[in-house]
Each structure stands twice: as C-alpha cells, then as structure tokens.
C-alpha cells in the first residue's frame, strides 16, 4: 500500500458536481493499494499516516500528528500511485490490486483511522473525482509500509 498524503489548509472532494466529502486543515490521503496488501500493511499504514509528525509545533517544527492537532483526514482511492512507470511512456496498472481488494482494503483504512481522529471523509471509490485542496507549505510525503 501506498498513500501520499499532503498537509492541508482545506480539501474537498467532487462526484458529478456534488461535494461527497470535506475537511478544514488536516492531511489529504491519496491512497493505491497493491496486488498482495494485506489487512495488516493496511492498519500499519493507516496508524503511520495519522501518526506522522508533518504539523509544526510553537517552534515551528514538523512534531506534531493530525491526531495531535485535532485535524481532519480526507481519504482518496487513487490506483494511479502504484502504477509502474519504469519502462515507456505509458504507465502500466499491472501492480494495482483488483478493484474488489481495493475497495475492501481503502474501506478498512477509513474504518481503522475514523475513530481516532475528530474529522474524517472520504471520496467515492471508483469514481471519477475532482479534488481541491489548498497545500500547507507545501508539504508531501510518499508514505509506503
């Protein structure tokens, strides 16, 4: 599994014109799940991203979590990151788990992560989606387990 996540001012969600989900400052996850993840990578990712130490303190130093700060997560399947990219000019989704091991797999990080945070929301899986964020910094991280 891998998410990248991006510390956040706002982030919003659009399906077909409608806002499905929102979060004030937090952490956007984009998340792509892998051919052979598991439940366990899934819950070890989840705690790393709400535990990753990416907002400042009062020095102005990345040690403070989204859980540490009361901030919300908003939650994107995103099968494009774990695209290979290696070879051409045209990505190849050959590593990307099925769409019903996804789907699962995204539905256990949101379940794994909601009830530890104070704002949570998430996009449609599978649909075709706008997101709208306002960058914090910018900050961004590629987070793999």
Do not use: W
Not at 9 to 30: D, M
């Amino acid at each position: 599994m891998r998410a990248l996540i991006q510390r956040v001012s706002e982030a919003s969600v659009t399906v077909e014109g409608e806002i499905v989900g929102r979060i004030g400052r937090g952490i956007l996850v984009l998340l792509g799940v892998e051919k052979g993840d598991d439940l366990a990578a899934c819950h070890r990712l989840a705690e790393k991203v709400i535990s990753y130490r990416i907002f400042p303190d009062e020095a102005g130093r990345m040690n403070r979590s989204v859980k540490g700060i009361g901030g919300g997560v908003l939650v994107v399947s995103q099968f494009t990151l774990v695209a290979d990219t290696r070879k051409g000019l045209r990505p190849s989704f050959t590593p990307a788990a099925d769409p019903g091991d996804a789907e699962a797999l995204y539905r256990a990080f949101v379940a794994h992560i909601e009830p530890q945070l104070t704002e949570t929301a998430t996009g449609r899986f599978g649909a075709d989606m706008q997101v709208a964020l306002i960058n914090d910094g910018p900050v961004t991280f590629l987070v793999d387990v």
